[in-house]
């Protein structure tokens, strides 16, 4: 019989943890490496804790949940129906600004123009005009207690809301693993899209005529409950 996976629920009070946390699991995760390509690799791995902290703050602003799984062991980020991190005031609160300088004009283009811009197109067919619905903003587990269960523990947690509110739940799966989880808990894969095709390699390497880094929009749908009397 599996073990029941202790869950925690914070806010604010969360942020440095979750942060810290997502510094260390999205070390070498292609998306953020190509949203911070202009950073060496030991830039990148010192200012990720600072990053995700200010990204996180954003959500915080507009009322995100922060969960943690088994004593810190994984841990995600789920913003509530309609909110959105895109938020310009949030992020100016945020320190959005000094992340700015940080990456430059050409991370701003990769972050908001190209990562954003090909996932709006993708909630548009995927969420067939619901403006209502959950976002998974991050989910990630320790390197050394993944395949445990953790993350599936979190995001049952989550779909349990979302079913209660019957909302359907949002999210973009940036490595293959990531993606064949989520499958199995019954998300349906809406789009693959590839982030800087010609530039980078699958894992944002530089390189010449790549194929460019491919993450996955996916989204889950509640289950229909019988009414009274069917």
């Not at 619901?130 to 998974?136: G, L, P, W």
């Not at 993606?179 to 699958?202: H, N």
């Not at 005529?209 to 009414?227: D, R």
């Amino acid at each position: 019989m599996a073990r029941s996976v202790p869950i925690t629920h914070g806010g604010q009070n969360l942020l440095n943890s979750v942060a810290a946390l997502n510094g260390r699991v999205f070390d070498t995760d292609p998306v953020i490496t190509y949203m911070l390509l202009d950073l060496s690799r030991e830039e990148r791995l010192a200012y990720l804790p600072t990053y995700w902290a200010t990204l996180i703050k954003s959500a915080l602003w507009n009322d995100a949940l922060i969960t943690e799984a088994d004593g810190w062991k994984a841990a995600s980020v789920l913003l509530p129906p309609g909110r959105y991190l895109d938020n310009a005031w949030s992020l100016l609160c945020a320190g959005f600004l000094d992340v700015l300088w940080r990456i430059g004009l050409p991370g701003l283009k990769r972050l908001w123009y190209e990562f954003s811009g090909m996932t709006d197109n993708a909630k548009r067919k995927g969420l067939h005009g619901q403006k209502r619905y959950y976002y998974v903003f991050s989910l990630g587990t320790e390197h050394e207690h993944r395949g445990k269960g953790l993350a599936k523990a979190i995001m049952r947690d989550h779909q349990r809301a979302a079913q209660a509110d019957n909302l359907p739940i949002w999210l973009e799966a940036t490595t293959p693993s990531s993606r064949g989880l989520y499958l199995s808990m019954g998300f349906e894969e809406v789009e693959e899209i590839v982030l800087g095709k010609g530039k980078v390699a699958a894992d944002a390497s530089l390189q010449p005529g790549g194929p460019g880094v491919p993450l996955w929009a996916m989204v889950w749908w509640p289950q229909s409950t019988p009414t009274s009397g069917s």
